[in-house]
């Protein structure tokens, strides 16, 4: 990873923290219905089980996890997402411990404290990050054995930076009719992209597309097994914005949310989850 292209991203999401945090507070219509649901699932949260948020942003799901009955430990490589973070969080004091922490280092991540964690989550974040190599192999340290971990990411088959919304009308037999597609004109290569997360904010920041095939490969390599996986979409248009939002796609997913089990330390033994 070029320095120049980390600080370049860094910065990005600086310049953009105050502006999100204020606009997602405790999450938007998209969080809330295609990506808190399926992530809470998988997850499986028990009482007091400690859970690592890996870039947590303004803190709203480690907020939601201790309203789950977890102890967190949270971080972002944006010190500003993180101030505001703490700012939202002065209820939950005792509950959430927050660290500006980058995720592709490895000495900063191992200081988290090793063997520590029932599970970690990520949401929204893997395709913000150029490098996956250092979490992945640094996440089966963290964990307890066989601890899950779920991210959730725009999904790269349908929503990624080369993907596009289209809207057809048709008089079809007398009947006008609107026909909505994506059409994605690259996948398997991995890939780079400026891009807008909300409409509105302060700069734009880079998107990293891999294919399933990439983004999946450090994980498995580190050995993690899936053992869950969601793909969610918006099941009506009533909250619609503009003609081609996600809520009119109610047969495309734009979110994949994926569970990983660290199985390497344990081969024999089942867990309740796999059971």
């Not at 009947?175 to 734009?204: C, D, E, H, M, N």
Request: proline content about 5%; glycine content about 6%; aromatic content about 10%.
């Amino acid at each position: 990873m070029s320095s120049r292209s980390h600080d370049e991203v860094r910065g990005a999401w600086e310049a953009n923290a105050k502006w999100w945090s204020d606009y997602f507070q405790e999450g938007n219509d998209f969080h809330l219905q295609l990506v808190a649901p399926p992530v809470e699932e998988l997850l499986d949260v028990r009482s007091n089980q400690h859970v690592l948020d890996i870039a947590c942003g303004n803190g709203a799901f480690s907020r939601r996890l201790v309203q789950l009955g977890a102890r967190v430990t949270a971080f972002d490589f944006s010190a500003p997402f993180i101030a505001c973070a703490q700012e939202l969080s002065t209820d939950y004091e005792g509950s959430i411990v927050y660290h500006t922490i980058d995720a592709t280092a490895r000495d900063e991540l191992l200081s988290l404290g090793e063997v520590r964690f029932d599970a970690a989550v990520s949401n929204m974040a893997l395709m913000d990050m150029e490098d996956l190599n250092e979490l992945a192999a640094c996440l089966p340290q963290l964990l307890k054995p066989g601890g899950r971990f779920v991210f959730s990411i725009m999904h790269p088959c349908f929503n990624n930076p080369d993907s596009r919304m289209t809207m057809e009308h048709e008089d079809r037999d007398g009947a006008l009719v609107t026909t909505r597609t994506i059409r994605t004109r690259r996948y398997l290569s991995s890939f780079s992209a400026k891009g807008i997360g909300i409409a509105g904010q302060p700069v734009p920041q880079t998107y990293f597309h891999r294919p399933l095939s990439a983004l999946l490969e450090p994980f498995l390599n580190a050995g993690f097994a899936i053992t869950g996986l969601k793909e969610t979409a918006f099941k009506d248009a009533k909250g619609a914005r503009h003609p081609l939002s996600w809520d009119h796609f109610q047969e495309i997913p734009p979110v994949l949310v994926v569970r990983l089990r660290h199985i390497s330390q344990d081969h024999t033994k089942p867990t309740e989850e796999a059971a």
